[in-house]
């Protein structure tokens, strides 16, 4: 059995659906508290297999994490629980550095007792692998190299600095305890559900209600875009054969200007379901940038291509082309999210979370 943390999250739940499409996949527990980021909905495909199972939980407790570990026995811990959102850790910092400092401290903590009385043998198998993102490496100049894993952190939003503390953690129990741990690093995702108050989905989803498209600043920010699946590919081949201690940089090399994706967006969506009259370029508004945008991000994906033979399936063409066809094809998802429909049935089936 492996745990997912954040299994209900917008990558969490991408993850535990591509897992359980090998039919001998290993049986998951899913941890998650169900934050306003958690959606059981992504998982109701799997709700009924026997492979999966389901707790809500905070990473942040300490009896629940070590009753847990202690009644299921993982193998692996796959840590994608966080507090994720930068715009939101600009305004509330305090609840980012509670799971992904605090949480992810206790469930180290919790982790290396469990691993410390494993048998010998389960001692070498164990991993802890922690999904952290490119941006703990802070912003990079038009002519910078991309970020290797040497790169020095310098993170510059609450967001990222939550995550670089996190991954520094993380590096002290192995270094430390021995705790076999292993860290990726990824730039920004994209793909089927993903809550629409990232700049993808929130393009798309305001585009099909005729909304504006807002743009942060000039919309020259640049970021390194992996479509949702190919960054599931590359930790599963971290956790199969990566080196414990080790970091590993997941990247797709393609690095766009916002306001390319946008555009991209708005002629895919001109293309597939097009408006009564004009593009939707046209719904593009240009708005005040967020204090500290980073400039540019782009991941050096090498090493992992080089030791663990990965590579991204996906352009960014054939990525943005799914992606919009899944919104599409999804539009309840989106609708349920934004009525608040899903949130009320969050509240009858978990209660206050
Ligand atoms: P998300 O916000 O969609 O999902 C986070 C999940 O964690 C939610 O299901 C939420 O309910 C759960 N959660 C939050 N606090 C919790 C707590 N205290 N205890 C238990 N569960 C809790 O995030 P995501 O985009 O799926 O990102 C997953 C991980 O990948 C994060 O660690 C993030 O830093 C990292 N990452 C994300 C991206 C990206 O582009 N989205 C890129 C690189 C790395």
């Known amino acids: 059995m492996i745990f997912v943390t954040g299994g209900a999250g917008f990558i969490g739940s991408n993850f535990i659906l591509d897992w359980l499409r090998a039919p001998n996949a290993e049986p998951i527990l899913n941890i998650d508290k169900l934050t306003y980021a958690g959606n059981p909905y992504n998982l109701s495909s799997v709700a009924d297999d026997p ?16 009753t847990l570990l202690s009644r299921y026995r993982p193998r692996a811990i796959l840590h994608f629980a966080a507090e994720s959102h930068v715009d939101r850790s600009i305004h509330s910092p305090d609840e980012f550095i509670r799971t992904n400092v605090n949480g992810t401290f206790n469930l180290l903590n919790k982790s290396l007792s469990y691993w410390q009385a494993l048998p010998q043998q389960d001692q070498a198998d164990f991993r802890f692998l922690h999904v952290s993102t490119d941006e703990v490496y802070g912003s990079l100049e038009p002519d910078d190299p991309p970020f290797s894993e040497t790169t020095p952190y310098a993170p510059n939003s609450p967001y990222s600095a939550s995550k670089a503390a996190s991954d520094h953690l993380v590096r002290a129990y192995h ?7 292993l860290t990726t690093n990824c730039s920004n995702n994209y793909g089927p559900y993903h809550f629409p108050e990232k700049l993808i989905p929130l393009v798309i989803s305001n585009a099909l ?6 743009i942060y600043g000039d919309g020259q920010q640049i970021r390194d875009w992996l479509y949702v699946s190919d960054h599931c590919a590359a930790i599963r ?9 080790q ?10 200007a916002n306001l390319h994706v946008v555009h991209t967006l708005c002629d895919t969506l001109d293309e597939l379901q097009p408006r009564a009259q004009g593009s939707y370029r046209e719904l593009i508004t240009f708005v005040k940038d967020r204090p500290g945008h980073d400039r540019r991000y782009a991941i ?5 291509e080089r030791e663990l033979g990965w590579k991204p399936a996906e352009s960014f063409e054939s990525g943005i082309r799914k992606t919009v066809q899944w919104y599409l094809a999804n539009g309840d998802w989106v609708a349920q999210i934004r009525s608040g429909a899903y949130l009320n049935w969050l509240q009858q089936q978990y209660g206050d979370h």
């Not at 270094?175 to 741990?181: E, F, I, K, Q, V």
């Not at 209600?209 to 807002?214: K, T």
């Not at 081949?237 to 201690?245: D, E, S, Y």
């Not at 970091?247 to 766009?256: A, D, L, M, V």
């Open 51 to 66: 492979r999966y199972a389901f707790v809500q939980a905070d990473i942040c407790d300490e009896l629940a994490m070590s």
């Open 247 to 256: 970091t590993y940089n997941i990247g797709g090399w393609n690095e766009q």
């Open 300 to 304: 050096d994906a090498r090493k992992l």
């Open 237 to 245: 081949a971290v956790l199969a054969r990566g080196q414990a201690g």
């Open 209 to 214: 209600a005729g909304n504006p498209l807002p």
């Open 175 to 181: 270094h430390t305890y021995g705790l076999p741990t």
